[in-house]
């Protein structure tokens, strides 16, 4: 499962990661080992944590987004998972927040060099 997801989030596909997630816990998700299920969604969020560090903060944000939109499937593993919610909120929140300073940082750069 993780693989798939990571590989779409990967190339930009934002939605499809959480559909597939929802496909497959309607196809027995829910029946695979807890351990199994835990180590994908802890593989997601770490995804999410690499890319955070490299400042690369969309793609961050998409895979918070994909753990927090299937938080529900996720919630009798919390106590074995290695972050809660509140967590996956605020990166989500950082996250917008950083890419939009970058943008904005980088327009201002290009309106700068355009009028000299």
Request: aromatic share 10%; glycine share 4%; net charge positive.
């Amino acid at each position: 499962m993780h693989e798939y997801a990571q590989k779409e989030i990967e190339v930009g596909i934002s939605k499809t990661p959480s559909i597939f997630i929802k496909r497959s816990i309607k196809n027995g998700l829910r029946a695979q080992r807890p351990e199994r299920l835990c180590q994908d969604t802890e593989s997601i969020k770490s995804g999410g944590d690499q890319a955070f560090e490299r400042n690369d903060f969309k793609l961050a944000e998409r895979n918070y987004e994909v753990l927090l939109r299937n938080w529900i499937h996720f919630s009798d593993l919390t106590q074995s998972l290695s972050f809660q919610k509140a967590f996956l909120e605020k990166r989500i929140k950082t996250s917008r927040c950083l890419f939009t300073e970058e943008q904005v940082s980088w327009h201002l750069k290009a309106e700068n060099s355009e009028g000299h």
